[in-house]
T-cell receptor, first 115, second 113 residues
Framework: EAQVTQNPRYLITVTGKKLTVTCSQNMNHEYMSWYRQDPGLGLRQIYYSMNVEVTDKGDVPEGYKVSRKEKRNFPLILESPSPNQTSLYFC??????????????FGAGTRLSVL | GNSVTQMEGPVTLSEEAFLTINCTYTATGYPSLFWYVQYPGEGLQLLLKATKADDKGSNKGFEATYRKETTSFHLEKGSVQVSDSAVYFCALRGRAAGNKLTFGGGTRVLVKP
């Protein structure tokens, strides 16, 4: 079954304590990305990766890091979380090639609260 | 840059009522258009899509038509069910390989029995 798996699903942490949210996909997709969802703002892209070792900033990258050492994994790292990073986070993946047939698949989400 | 505007919710309906969620967009070129649905506690699922002008996407009784002249992609369903209660997101993506999805703010729909 095609899946994007994120962990953990829920996380409560304190300001400044480094954390990592993992994301893994089993579809051999080149393109992966992270979004955050906030009320009234829809989903905004944090970072994306076109392939292994290729990452780039999205619309709201401040305070986040990513890495893409393997094709299937794309972890999101918060080195020093702050309360304004309290949000619902989604990982997504799709094939890279241009065109319109490639559908983006989303993980189930990680709800993060930073106290 | 690209942007998507959709009507704010929440939209509250009775079962079997007609649902319309308006979506308009601003984009260069000819983007693909999507509707995603998010059920409570779950991630986003693709509901339907349209890739060129006048295309109609449809799925699970929902429909949306790509209207280039009005830059719109309104979502409709003729008879909603309680199980359609969810948040609906309109989105677009340009045609280049690296182009990201740009989302509207989401519309929460609540269908009452």
């Amino acid at each position: 079954e095609a899946q994007v798996t994120q962990n953990p699903r829920y996380l409560i942490t304190v300001t400044g304590k480094k954390l990592t949210v993992t994301c893994s996909q089993n579809m051999n997709h080149e393109y992966m990305s992270w979004y955050r969802q906030d009320p009234g703002l829809g989903l905004r892209q944090i970072y994306y990766s076109m392939n292994v070792e290729v990452t780039d900033k999205g619309d709201v990258p401040e305070g986040y890091k990513v890495s893409r050492k393997e094709k299937r994994n794309f972890p999101l790292i918060l080195e020093s979380p702050s309360p304004n990073q309290t949000s619902l986070y989604f990982c997504a993946s799709r094939e890279t090639q241009s065109g319109t047939k490639n559908i983006q698949y989303f993980g189930a989400g990680t709800r993060l609260s930073v106290l | 840059g690209n942007s998507v505007t959709q009507m704010e919710g929440p939209v509250t309906l009775s079962e079997e009522a007609f649902l319309t969620i308006n979506c308009t967009y601003t984009a260069t070129g000819y983007p693909s258009l999507f509707w995603y649905v998010q059920y409570p506690g779950e991630g986003l699922q693709l509901l339907l899509k349209a890739t060129k002008a006048d295309d109609k996407g449809s799925n699970k009784g929902f429909e949306a038509t790509y209207r280039k002249e009005t830059t719109s992609f309104h979502l409709e369903k003729g008879s909603v069910q309680v199980s359609d209660s969810a948040v609906y997101f309109c989105a677009l993506r340009g045609r280049a390989a690296g182009n990201k999805l740009t989302f509207g703010g989401g519309t929460r729909v609540l269908v009452k029995p």
